[in-house]
């Protein structure tokens, strides 16, 4: 494994991470769940990302997490980094979503119990909610901190103007935010536009989710969508409205440039978000140990030529990719 620092910080992160958004919930395999997550630490991925909300059902991917952790990495904590985060929907009612310090508190206390862990490593507010003011939901991560249940806090998802007020926030109470968590992949540049070089100024590390835009840039749905895929599945995020006959043109494209690479198309996805110096880290989804032992290979050929870069370029312009 490849480490990197985040941002101004002495804290390393693998530059694989592995999310446990999908594939890990109490309608997901268990077996399966372990052994990624056994292979995943024994590669050197360190870093494991979560939610109050992941599941289905929600707060199940934690609670998972939790049983193997005890039942089979018990002495490995310290060796880990372990995120989660609060603002996104837990329960229908008023306390259940938001970012507001009422739900930050308690939720962050939620996540603790499902997990068993005495501390996160970092915890993020999820997302801005467009009315919590963003000193309330900094100064609820600031708490955490200083009631020891997180070591470091995150932001997720800020539009610009309030990213940087968080960054402004959390710098004057000695509490820097130590990553900008973002959706960046080939078919999502806006970030990269728009948010990475506030969170570099600032010091913070950038840590980019749905790097294979949950599927589409893996080569998996040239030829229509196969049962038990995401876009397939009941529980799935990815719609299958989202599968595209432009995207999929466009995946079928890139797999070639690929391929000339000896790469796969997945692998080529997540060095490309890698390239970016302002990157830290990507967090992976899997939902098999073959796509995991697939993807970690990804750190065999990082580099690009400006040649591959530009082809790559005329492909992924197309705004019609961008979702
Ligand atoms: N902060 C936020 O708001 C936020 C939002 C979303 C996600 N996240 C974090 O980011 C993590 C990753 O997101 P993501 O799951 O959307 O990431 P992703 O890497 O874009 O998509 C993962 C999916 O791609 C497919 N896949 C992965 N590797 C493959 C391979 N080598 N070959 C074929 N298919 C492969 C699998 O789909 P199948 O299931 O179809 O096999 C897998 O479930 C999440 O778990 C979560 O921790 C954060």
Redesign the pocket.
Same mark, same amino acid.
């Given at each position: 494994m490849l480490y990197s620092y985040c941002g101004h910080s002495g804290v390393q992160l693998p530059r694989l991470s592995l999310?446990?958004?999908?594939?890990f919930g109490s309608v997901d395999d268990f077996g399966v769940a372990t052994q990624m997550l056994l292979r995943a630490f024994d590669a050197g991925i360190c870093h494991f990302?979560l939610a109050n909300n992941y599941g289905p059902e929600p707060g199940s991917a934690e609670v998972n997490f939790g049983r193997i952790l005890r039942e089979q990495l018990a002495s490995h904590r310290d060796e880990m980094f372990v995120a989660s #985060?609060a603002g996104h929907d837990m329960w229908p009612g008023v306390y259940g979503t938001g970012s507001s310090r009422k739900n930050i508190i308690a939720s962050c206390d939620q996540s603790l119990r499902r997990t068993g862990l005495d501390y996160f490593d970092i915890f993020y507010s999820?997302?801005y909610d467009g009315v919590t003011p963003v000193e309330e939901t900094m100064e609820a991560l600031i708490q955490l901190v200083h009631q020891g249940k997180a070591l470091y806090v995150g932001i997720?998802?800020y539009p610009p103007a309030e990213q940087a007020l968080a960054y402004k926030i959390l710098k004057e109470a000695h509490v820097p935010c130590l990553l900008s968590?973002y959706?960046c992949?080939l078919f999502d540049r806006k970030a990269q536009r728009q948010n990475f070089q506030l969170a570099a100024d600032s010091g913070s590390g950038v840590i980019c989710?749905?790097?294979?835009?949950?599927?589409l840039l893996?080569g #998996?749905y040239l030829n229509g969508i196969p049962e038990g895929?995401?876009a397939a599945k009941q529980s799935g995020f990815l719609q299958k409205s989202q599968v595209t006959p432009e995207r999929v043109a466009a995946a079928r494209q890139l797999q070639q440039i690929a391929e000339a690479r000896g790469q796969?198309l997945?692998q080529m996805a997540l060095a490309w978000v890698l390239a970016d110096a302002r990157v830290t880290s990507v967090?992976?989804?899997?939902?098999s140990v073959a796509?995991l032992d697939?993807?970690l290979q990804t750190l065999d050929k990082l580099s690009f030529s400006t040649d591959e870069l530009q082809a790559i370029e005329a492909i992924v312009a197309d705004p019609a990719l961008s979702f």
């Open positions: 999310g446990l958004w999908h594939n990302d #985060k999820h997302r997720s998802k968590q959706r992949s989710f749905s790097p294979l835009a949950q599927g893996t #998996k895929s995401r796969s997945a967090i992976i989804g899997t939902s796509q697939n993807n």
